[in-house]
């Protein structure tokens, strides 16, 4: 192998593959990444037989071939090298680096004993990459992380036609979120569960663009995703008894607030620094009073309040409720609004978040339930 390849699109594109090495692998071969030369490029591969990634680099080749070197050092190296071009060639059993002055050589793993990476499988939709990414997000930091409940570690993904829902929850909080995708079938209708971390991450690498969904649904259990020259598979999780948590939405709200969504974030943070760690931060409401008292009471007696003004509230006379101050930072912070509309049921009950319309009312494509935190006053 010998090729010349610009610096940020090799250390790129190792980044990317990397994310798919194991930190303690079952077998030293899956430490290693694979660069694989292409007629204009190199495609840098890594698999830990559950997550498959592959990235992608322009650049000018003279003698292709495939090696296999350490993914965390040449990760490390490629994102520390001067802004100059990199060659790269295979010396023995060694891949020679040069960049600028700057020279690595570095061990190869033997190609034969890296695992083949499984195939996309067939298209089923597109999705603008932005989009798709940014709902992910909103939806991906309310999956659990208790690893002893895998479901609930997962995104679901329910495509029908060409609305995409991604949901998921970690049975204190739950977000929804709608999209529109472009299905290669009309009649599609498919259910899986993704892990979230892989999810997340995946979404974090694409720029613009357009990305494909692939999934067979007669296949082995696998999803992907690819933009460009970039690609990501994943094994499921098993979602066949996923709950219905769609159901847990109210109906109806007999009251709701309309909160500047950055105001309201500064003062939990504030008011929340005197909370430990499973203490609520409470938010009470008043009929007739555009405002908002936030509060909490931490170790030693420690107190805090501060009053904001709202868009409005209509509801309950007074409505106090309490919320892990974190739960409702997140829910708030992943918005994208500048204006929230919450919807209450009662102090006891989840109460849900959405973006706020310019009439104040709540988006149905974005929803953010977190549950309430009973407190004794």
Known sequence: MKLNVERDALADAVAT?????????????????KL??????????G???????????RGTVTDPGTVVVA????AEI???????????????????????????????MPVEDYPQLPDLPATVATADAAALAQAIAQVGMAAGRDETLPMMTGVRLELRGNTLSLLATDRYRLAHRDITITPTAADLNADV??????????????????????????????????????????????GANYPPVRSLFPATYPSAAVVPVASLIEVVKRVALVAERTTPVLLTFTA??????????????????????????????????????????????????ATAHIGFVDAFKPAVISPADEEGEPTPSHRYLIMPIRVSR
């Open 17 to 33: 593959a990397a994310k798919a090495t194991p930190t303690r692998p079952s077998v030293p071969i899956l430490a290693g990444v």
């Open 36 to 45: 694989t030369t292409t007629d204009d490029g190199v495609t840098v591969s």
């Open 47 to 57: 698999f830990d037989y559950e997550v498959s990634t592959q990235g992608w680099a």
């Open 71 to 74: 993914a965390r050092l040449l």
């Open 78 to 108: 490629t994102k520390s090298l001067p802004q100059k071009p990199v060659g790269l060639a295979s010396v023995g059993t060694h891949l020679e680096l040069v960049c600028g002055s700057a020279r690595f050589t570095l061990p190869t």
């Open 193 to 238: 569960l993704v892990p979230a971390r892989v999810l997340t991450d995946t979404a974090k690498t694409w720029g613009a663009g357009t990305v494909d969904i692939s999934y067979d649904p007669n296949g082995f259990g696998l999803i992907g995703f690819a933009i460009g020259h970039r690609k990501t598979t994943s094994r499921l999780l098993d």
């Open 288 to 337: 007739g009073d555009n405002g908002v008292v936030v509060e909490a009471g931490g170790q030693e007696e420690a107190r805090a309040s501060e009053a904001l003004e709202i868009g409005s509230y209509a509801g309950q006379d007074t409505l106090t409720i309490g919320f892990n101050p974190q739960y409702l930072i997140d829910g708030l912070h992943g918005l994208g609004t």
